[in-house]
């Protein structure tokens, strides 16, 4: 289970849309996904997607830690061809960082709460709701599948500010939002 070196933004497998995998059963798949989670808890990170490793192929890990999760805490997930569902047409705001973006957090919108569907490295299907930080990283992962970044998203790139700038932000405005992710 090597640590992989992680592709920065400017890299052109960032900007690709990923390849459905066609076995989730392959055992060159339960590989790769053992080689994302390394990678993922090594940067540390909340989850990854196989581009960010050079890999175009559509398959997520991530993971909420149970200080982030407003009291849900999800263990290493893995997800093969996943697709969301909104299941709420409001967006929140919330901070982002991203493995691919070293240094940089976001205020991103992002849906509420939606339904994921995918499958698991067994070949059983998966299906969750979800909300908050929960619920943002599963679409962060998921957009870096189709060459989505949390920039692309934004719609005031005033709210991008440098990490170690971050104690400049309002403080209502931080209190408003979610902890920034790093994915
Ligand atoms: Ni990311």
Redesign the pocket.
């Known amino acids: 289970m090597p640590v992989l070196p992680i592709a920065r933004m400017g890299n052109p497998v960032l900007r690709k849309i990923a390849q459905p995998i066609a076995d989730p059963t392959d055992p060159a798949v339960a590989r790769l996904a053992a080689d994302m989670i390394a990678t993922m808890l090594d940067a540390p990170g909340v989850?990854l997607?196989a581009p960010?490793i050079s890999e175009s192929r559509r398959i997520v890990v991530f993971r909420v830690p149970a200080d982030r999760g407003e009291g849900e805490e999800v263990a290493n997930t893995v997800l093969v061809n996943p697709v969301i569902e909104p299941l709420s047409d409001d967006k929140l705001l919330g901070w982002e960082g991203?493995?691919?973006?070293p240094g940089l957090r976001g205020l991103v919108p992002r849906y509420g709460r939606i339904r994921y569907r995918g499958f698991g490295l067994d070949g059983a299907r998966i299906e969750r709701e979800a909300s908050g930080f929960h619920a943002r990283v599963v679409q962060?992962?998921v957009d870096?599948l189709d060459g989505v970044?949390?920039l692309d998203r934004m719609d005031d790139l005033r709210l991008l500010v440098c990490t170690e700038e971050m104690h400049h932000i309002n403080a209502a405005l931080a209190a408003a939002t979610d902890a920034p992710p790093r994915?």
């Open positions: 989850g997607a960010q991203c493995l691919s973006i962060h992962e870096h970044l949390y994915t």
